[in-house]
């Protein structure tokens, strides 16, 4: 008996080999009908034998292509029409978008195989793609998700990747990116003074690469700055004419045994590097190994190792074990992407640029995250998750616009329930940054078709992010606190919708009272929340310079704690005596509570940071010297008789500076300093049990990306059987913070309460 049927098919079902999929699944069972994109997904009808087309759609629902997400099947049964043949129709350009636009994808092994083989006609060509790997999100000027409406647009198919795109029995059927030599992009080398365009521009490349020149190489999301990893006198001159001294560099290795050899990596580890998103995933060095260049990550033993994700890549890696892959750009600024910024990069820094005539319509730097007890965690989500959504609500939740924070900015759309979080877009104290944040919103909002009702905001009226929102034309505003909304990403991500104990530590947050927040506990739901604890307060002298110069936070501590003969054993006279005044007089020295300023305070109290050269510096030395088989805690006082609690780390400063006059090793005082806020973290929960009759934690916040510091709460809170979140599909920085504050909004919009 025969039947027809007609489906809509919503998620990530466009740019993935979706349409392709369904053609062969449709021939294989002998059915008739078509397939088309539209604004919504994928709109198909099959119609044949009832067995077949139930086999069918078992097929595709089971078997779908591998970088497809299918998150609804609406089908209806209709009578039947005659098709005589099953074919990919032109797509439906009508109705309300709610395609999920799929992220870009590391090149596949059918494709390294073809660029490798001298004998396909797609060797060497460095832009080589299909159904299953290629540039997606960063090419797409509008949906539905076609040629037509990508940067590829002007690069008309020659008569055999033609043949590709129309044969339903070739992977590049219907691959919108498809091209060769002969009809794509093509590569050229710029050096200072002249250019070159001809077949031997990624040789000449590499031969100044081997020269230990550094190059600025465009990819798919932006630009590169490559050099040598194992020469140090490369390294150098990069960080030299970056100006970036000490924070790492990142580093593409040729494969990943030359992982292996140089850096300890385990199962985890190794799948996250060769996943279809190919971030940069911080290793560890192998203690043996001394080739690649001391200069990579001068603060710590680790490495920001990632693997080639583009045909370019590879055939750079070619030569090479490993190079140097820095994000092209000045301090702070926005990753370059266009041969109009590239005088920035060109003669400044860079020696040449190798460079291509596909324009990127999205900047996307690359994804860095870390395993941390078998899970993932982000440093910076962007090229290879972005925009895959995260549910933070019920469908039919009105179109929300949240902004995010000031630093390490990402912002996020809701549209029916589920939240697309932006890839990095940086600090936006930097004026080309926050242009780029406003442009970029536009474009999201076009893209997506959302016009939000509502806005989520940070509380901090001097915020950037916070004055777009004032002056946005949108009729709902909805201010979140800081941490509040840390905690909340952490419940979205996890569908947790009972009220949590929610521990969030970083550095700056502004609190309700109108300090700076930082080491915080709360008890919190997505909507509201009650601060129930707090880390000690101490003026932050200078503002925001303390931030830069850690030896203020140093002083300050000393100084409430009334150990300033110490302090001026350490601190030269005039340096204690400016701060001391600030601090007394209460000069341009507002009260923070944040763990980070602390964590800043020990490291320049056991010298290892008086000066940052980037964020959390002090933090990261204080980390990386820490003996981890030390077990010890120093002593701390939680101060429960008033509302909220203080944890009080007095005494941990005293008996640090009793040890360092002993001459107790700076990496053993580290790892008790860590293992004390760890404690008391736990000690806090404990408490907040008691009283509250809650089990659940959320962790997060930036001071949380300490490894040492996250793997020793989460051991303590487990081990008193509480149950541990933390953030795991969104950074537990400030770049997680737009999530939380989408799904605040939702809740508050859920309750009535906007």
Not at 589 to 618: H, K, M, N
């Amino acid at each position: 008996m025969k039947t027809r049927v007609r489906a809509k098919v919503v998620g990530r079902v466009q740019g993935v080999g979706f349409r392709p999929t369904v053609y062969r699944y449709a021939t294989q069972f002998g059915l008739c009908g078509f397939v088309c994109n539209g604004p919504h997904g994928v709109t198909l009808e099959v119609e044949g034998d009832d067995n077949n087309v139930g086999a069918f759609f078992n097929c595709l629902t089971h078997e779908p292509p591998r970088q497809a997400v299918i998150t609804d099947i609406k089908t209806e049964v209709l009578g039947t029409k005659g098709y005589r043949n099953f074919e990919v129709i032109e797509s439906e350009q009508q109705g309300l978008a709610v395609v999920h636009i799929s992220p870009d994808l590391a090149t596949c092994d059918d494709c390294l195989k073809e660029i490798l083989d001298a004998k396909n006609r797609r060797c060497g060509h460095a832009f080589t793609n299909c159904t299953n790997c290629g540039p997606r999100f960063t090419i797409i000027r509008d949906v539905p998700y076609d040629r037509k409406r990508t940067s590829m647009a002007k690069f008309e198919m020659c008569e055999p990747c033609e043949h590709e795109h129309h044969n339903p029995h070739d992977r590049r059927f219907h691959a919108q990116p498809n091209a060769c030599k002969r009809c794509g992009p093509v590569l050229q080398l710029r050096v200072e003074g002249g250019s070159t365009s001809d077949d031997a521009d990624l040789a000449k490349t590499k031969e100044l690469l081997r020269r230990g020149r550094i190059v600025a190489i465009k990819g798919v999301g932006g630009y590169h700055l490559a050099c040598d990893a194992l020469s140090a006198e490369s390294t150098a001159r990069l960080r030299s004419r970056k100006q970036r001294p000490h924070k790492p560099l990142a580093v593409m290795f040729r494969d990943i045994a030359a992982v292996r050899e140089l850096c300890e990596v385990n199962e985890a580890e190794e799948a996250e590097l060769l996943s279809v998103a190919r971030p940069i995933v911080l290793l560890s060095r192998k203690l043996t190994e001394t080739r690649l260049a001391r200069g990579i990550s001068p603060d710590t033993n680790t490495v920001g190792a990632f693997l080639p994700y583009t045909p370019l890549h590879h055939l750079l890696l070619q030569d090479f074990q490993a190079l140097v892959m820095t994000s092209g750009n000045l301090t702070d600024e926005p990753i370059i992407s266009d041969e109009a910024e590239l005088p920035t990069l060109l003669g400044p820094i860079a020696d040449a640029a190798l460079i291509h005539n596909r324009s990127i319509v999205h900047k996307c730097d690359d994804s860095v995250l870390r395993v941390v007890n078998g899970q993932r965690q982000f440093l910076r989500r962007a090229r290879g998750y972005v925009p895959n959504p995260i549910r933070v609500a019920a469908p039919g939740t009105p179109h929300i616009l949240a902004v995010g924070g000031e630093l390490k900015n990402t912002f996020c759309l809701v549209r029916d329930g589920q939240a697309f979080l932006s890839q990095h877009i940086g600090d936006l104290k930097d004026y080309k940054t926050y242009s780029y944040f406003s442009c970029e919103i536009e474009s999201w909002k076009r893209l997506m078709r959302i016009e939000p009702q509502v806005i989520a905001h940070d509380l901090h009226p001097g915020y950037l992010s916070t004055r777009f929102a004032a002056i946005a034309r949108i009729p709902h505003k909805v201010g979140v606190q800081h941490h509040h909304a840390h905690i909340a990403s952490v419940m979205a991500e996890h569908d947790l919708h009972d009220p949590v104990i929610g521990v969030a530590l970083d550095g700056t947050g502004y609190g309700t009272d109108n300090t700076i927040w930082g080491g915080e506990f709360m008890v919190a739901d997505r909507s509201d929340f009650e601060r129930v604890a707090h880390f000690k307060a101490y003026r932050l002298p200078g503002g925001d310079k303390a931030v830069e110069e850690p030896w203020r936070m140093a002083v300050s501590v000393l100084t409430s704690e009334g150990l300033e003969e110490a302090g001026m054993r350490k601190f030269s006279a005039i340096k204690w005596g400016l701060v001391e005044k600030m601090t007394k007089a209460g000069f341009n020295s507002p009260w923070t509570s944040s763990a980070g300023r602390l964590f800043d305070a020990v490291a320049a109290i056991l010298g290892l940071c008086d000066v940052t050269s980037y964020e959390a510096q002090a933090a990261i030395r204080l980390e990386s010297i820490a003996d981890p088989h030390v077990t010890d805690r120093y002593p701390f006082i939680v101060q429960t008789w008033d509302r909220p609690w203080v944890l009080d780390f007095g005494q941990t400063i005293r008996a640090i500076l009793t040890e360092r006059r002993q001459g107790v090793a700076a990496g053993a005082i580290s790892a008790k300093f860590h293992n004390t806020i760890a404690d008391s973290i736990v000690h806090t929960c404990r408490f907040v049990r008691g009283q509250r009759d809650l089990n659940i934690v959320a962790l997060s916040g930036g001071v949380f990306q300490n490894e040492l510091l996250l793997r020793r709460t989460v051991e303590g809170l487990q081990s008193r059987h509480f149950r541990v979140f933390t953030n795991t599909a969104v950074p537990l920085n400030d770049g997680g913070l737009a999530l939380g504050q989408a799904a605040i909004a939702a809740e508050r919009v859920k309750r009535k309460c906007v």
